[in-house]
């Protein structure tokens, strides 16, 4: 490949990789029922381009693709096992009849909505916040009738991912800063951030939600728990916690060998199908979901961003508002090749700021598998107004309370192998 077309295109001073992905967040929220096709057909032209022009971060052609993909696989292979596992897990949840009870428990003014979100919030601490939105979208479902404002779902999406912002088990994010070194303390104090967020969005959320249909007063009708089901919901989030503890404590760095996490929820599914059945008539909406994110995914990895401004509380505010619309996934492990962050800044703003946006987590497009109704970010924007606030409000008051508080970097920072085209995501 020679080193004119190795250039590619860059019109305005723009590589036209983000022309192409730009347009394929755009044509996501303008064609909220066809985001399906407009996420693949995004993925099929950038792949596209960079095959036949810029190659794969350096190296041309197929070999480069193969590269990309052989390095990004466990990750996708997460993703996939864990929104298609955990969207069983919620209806084993669901068929417990476990969320039909909970209105004996649960205040019935907007306060029951709130001590929800809340318990999200608790559940995503030590769980994935995938599990978390959708324990959490299940049991509103319940209680609320099926019937939920925009404004709460985005109120689950970001309770699910504010309490996964200060621990290492909690998001995909903080998982990779653990795997590459950062100590679990380093990211606590995020926690600071997220519990601003949790009542600044929550709140409103509640408020909104209870107003459009207010939360049962008592249970649905006298019935059993489903025992069964419940001991099958804790075997499966008990073996997601142990593997993903063990691979990253025990045997550090074989878990970026295979998804042994995805892997993992799967095996307890089928092993316990004899017990009492899956409901495997979700799995085609599922999956539609499913690949909509992983496309998005992929296709953030092949953007040419090859480093970040110069680490400091304007540029992590900045990282929260673009993992909104770009994955944060490939923005965390460029933070920790830079190295220089505040881990527990970063750990928030990259996990809470996703939330803004429906398709900006992976908790979002888990739960918008549930309420396909909230497939829109004009709406999701209007309803959920309050996540952005809660965002800014969360990273003020820990700026403010902590301030800035950059580690040292805990590893040699990587080089290249090889030319890459370099781009900067600029600064707020």
């Not at 032209?45 to 466990?74: M, R």
Request: hydrophobic fraction near 50%.
């Amino acid at each position: 490949m020679s080193a004119a077309v190795a250039s590619g295109w860059h019109p305005f001073g723009i590589p036209f990789e983000f022309v192409l992905f730009a347009s394929t967040l755009l044509g996501v929220a303008l064609l909220h029922h066809r985001t399906l096709e407009v996420a693949l057909t995004g993925l099929a032209s950038i792949t596209l381009y960079k095959l036949f022009a810029v190659g794969f971060h350096g190296v041309a052609g197929l070999g480069g693709l193969l590269a990309h993909l052989h390095e990004e696989w466990v990750i996708l292979g997460n993703l996939f096992g864990l929104l298609m596992g955990f969207a069983l897990l919620s209806r084993h949840f669901e068929q417990s009849h476990v969320p039909r009870r909970l209105p004996e428990y649960l205040p019935d003014d907007w306060r029951g909505g709130f001590v929800l979100l809340v318990m999200v919030f608790v559940l995503s601490s030590f769980l994935d916040n995938i599990a978390a939105a959708l324990i959490g979208g299940t049991v509103a479902g319940t209680v609320f009738r099926q019937r939920l404002h925009i404004g709460y779902v985005a109120g689950i999406v970001a309770a699910s991912n504010a309490g996964g912002s200060g621990s290492v088990v909690g998001d995909t994010t903080t998982t990779m800063m653990w795997i590459d070194g950062v100590s679990p303390l380093d990211v606590l104090h995020a926690y600071v951030a997220a519990t601003v967020a949790l009542i600044v969005c929550g709140i409103p959320a509640s408020l909104q939600q209870q107003r459009h249909s207010p939360i049962l007063k008592h249970a649905l009708e006298p019935v059993p728990v489903d025992w069964p089901r419940v001991a099958i919901v804790a075997l499966i989030l008990g073996a997601a916690i142990v593997v993903n503890v063990a691979t990253n404590v025990r045997f550090p760095g074989i878990s970026s060998a295979f998804p042994f996490l995805g892997f993992t929820v799967w095996v307890v599914l089928v092993a316990t199908a004899g017990w009492r059945r899956p409901d495997w008539s979700v799995l085609p909406a599922t999956l539609r979901g499913t690949i909509f994110l992983l496309s998005l995914v992929l296709a953030a990895s092949m953007m040419p961003v090859e480093r970040l401004p110069p680490a400091s509380w304007s540029t992590t505010l900045g990282l929260g508002f673009v993992s909104a619309v770009f994955d944060n996934i490939p923005l965390t492990k460029l933070a920790l090749e830079q190295g220089g962050y505040d881990w527990g800044m970063l750990a928030y703003a990259v996990g809470f700021g996703g939330s803004m946006i429906w398709f900006g987590s992976s908790a979002g497009v888990a739960i918008t598998n549930l309420y396909p109704e909230t497939r829109s970010v004009g709406a999701w924007l209007r309803g959920g107004w309050h996540v952005a606030l809660a965002y800014v409000a969360g990273f003020a008051v820990l700026l403010l309370v902590l301030g800035w508080q950059p580690h040292d970097p805990h590893r040699p920072q990587s080089k290249g192998t090889g030319p890459t085209v370099a781009a900067e995501i600029p600064r707020p």
